[in-house]
């Protein structure tokens, strides 16, 4: 859009029929800008948020350090409004938000992620952080106030999204008289395991609150992870196949940045669109192979951008290669960026459709659910958060997203 006082000059009309399709792709997706603006913690550094203490920045990019302290306030308001005892973090990986929200926010947390080798990094670095908190208030004691701490306790465990997991249930402390009272939650709980978060809620009466982020929907393999709700699955074509699902996690805001420098990193679309006929020729049954990241892709001509491909997915970097077709493949690289642009204009209607289906399937069973845009989009582009609750909240969801002072 201009900017106020700009002028901008196109050099041809858009046909009726694309700006037909753009407003009605914006109408129906779920709006993705939070209730703030640009996040203010990263002002004065942007590799720094203002809004966590030196100690919880360590080892945290400045993406996760967005995402955990928003999330993990969100998280603990959502805690004292349903009165719960406990958080269980699904998917936790490095256990970076269970320890905001345990040694941060003074929650009792239990952390579950299926990778051992995550799970021995996360309590290693549970042990630093408490150390660098008890330097901090010997320095300061009249700035940090000493409270108990009680770090994350890290369980070693796979949830099925079929079946329901024993171990997401079991306390850490005996509940006394008023019960078990669990929260779920999930940062980017990566395809079907944000279907299993959604499952538990609702067949396990402890569990009385559900804040989730979901990833990955071209993960989605269990085939009753979409459609869940009745609703969804009476819609004419409501299918989407793999190639929408991967469309809708890819970063829209930061690739209209880049459409709107036109540099040289525009090419990498057509460079892997390049590499992946190569592997289907060389080997067929290889479809959609992930593909490391190639760093400064400008650099690189189009062949020694396919060899490091091949290196990357397994298959010989010398395979011989038609060097005319990948330079007439090259010769096509902004239809590419215009098809990969049009795929993007409709991926947030790809992920509204996914989204709404788990709103629907909740508030089908008769629980309250609400969709909350959570996290910046130029930093965050899976910034949805679906929140979940057993009892009604009323005005109390909406200010669940809101910026603390």
Request: proline content about 7%; hydrophobic content about 40%; overall charge neutral.
């Amino acid at each position: 859009m201009p900017k106020e006082g700009e002028v901008v000059r196109y050099r041809s009309v858009w046909p009726l029929t694309l700006l037909a399709l753009k407003s009605t792709a914006c109408a129906l997706a779920f709006t993705r800008t939070p209730g703030f603006q640009t996040p203010s913690e990263f002002l004065e550094n942007p590799s720094q948020s203002s809004r966590l203490t030196a100690p919880f920045r360590k080892h945290v990019k400045p993406k996760k350090q967005h995402e955990i302290r928003r999330l993990g306030e969100l998280v603990k308001k959502l805690s004292d409004l349903t009165g719960c005892t406990q958080v269980v973090d699904v998917g936790s990986g490095q256990g970076h938000l269970s320890r905001f929200m345990s040694l941060g926010l003074g929650l009792v947390v239990k952390s579950l992620e299926g990778d051992q080798t995550l799970v021995e990094r996360a309590q290693r670095l549970d042990q630093e952080l408490l150390q660098a908190l008890d330097k901090m208030e010997k320095r300061h004691p009249k700035v940090v106030q000493r409270g108990p701490r009680h770090s994350p306790h890290h369980v070693v465990q796979w949830v099925s999204p079929t079946a329901l997991c024993e171990e997401l249930l079991l306390p850490l402390e005996d509940p006394g008289q008023s019960g078990t009272r669990l929260l779920l939650t999930g940062l980017h709980a990566c395809g079907d395991l944000s279907v299993a978060l959604l499952r538990h809620f609702c067949c396990c009466p402890e569990v009385v609150a559900l804040a989730s982020v979901g990833c990955c929907y071209m993960k989605l393999n269990d085939p009753g992870s979409y459609p869940l709700s009745q609703w969804v699955a009476g819609l004419p074509s409501h299918e989407l196949p793999y190639r929408l699902r991967e469309g809708a996690c890819h970063a829209l805001e930061e690739y209209a940045e880049r459409l709107q420098k036109a540099g040289p990193g525009l090419q990498t679309h057509c460079f892997r669109a390049a590499l992946e006929t190569v592997i289907r020729n060389a080997c067929p049954e290889l479809r959609r192979p992930g593909v490391q990241g190639i760093p400064r892709v400008n650099e690189l001509k189009i062949e020694e951008y396919v060899q490091q491909g091949l290196q990357r997915v397994g298959l010989d970097p010398q395979l011989p290669l038609n060097l005319a077709a990948l330079r007439a493949q090259q010769a096509q690289e902004n239809r590419v960026v215009a098809f990969f642009s049009l795929a993007l204009l409709l991926a947030p209607l790809v992920e509204t459709l996914i989204l709404l289906d788990r709103l629907l399937y909740l508030q089908e069973q008769g629980f309250y659910a609400e969709l909350l845009p959570i996290f910046s989009p130029e930093l965050s582009p899976r910034n949805l958060v679906l929140v979940a609750t057993k009892t009604p909240l009323g005005q109390a969801f909406s200010a669940l997203e809101s910026e603390d002072s």
